[in-house]
């Protein structure tokens, strides 16, 4: 997953044209959409380019589906790397089906040891 945070988040992997579409923060959903519990107002703590999510300088992608989650992310100033994959026990949602976010918690304490002059931006 590193490997992949490297190439995606640096860019290896485009024209350099592409990769500065992907990483561009004011591209995605910018507002909530009607109906969509997981839709935000994109702001510095989270904005979507094209297929990563930008964090203050950090690029990274988080799924969350399946009974997963995970984060690959990559500093491109400093070519640091963070990765981070958690599988779900049944005793982690609530009786409504909610999660805790734990592993988003440890990503941001990683990264504020790792690079902690621009660490990833937590709300």
Known sequence: MTRTAIGIGSGRLLTRPSYRQQIDPHLGFGHPQTGCERCTTLN???GYGLGVVRNGSWILQ?????GY???ESYLPPKRISIALAVTFKPS???SQGNYTSY??????KIGAVIAPHNP???P
């Open 62 to 66: 988080n799924p969350l589906f399946g």
């Open 103 to 108: 592993w988003q918690t440890l990503y941001g």
């Open 44 to 46: 510095r703590f989270y």
């Open 69 to 71: 989650a995970a984060i």
């Open 120 to 122: 990833p931006l937590t």
């Open 92 to 94: 982690a949602f609530d």
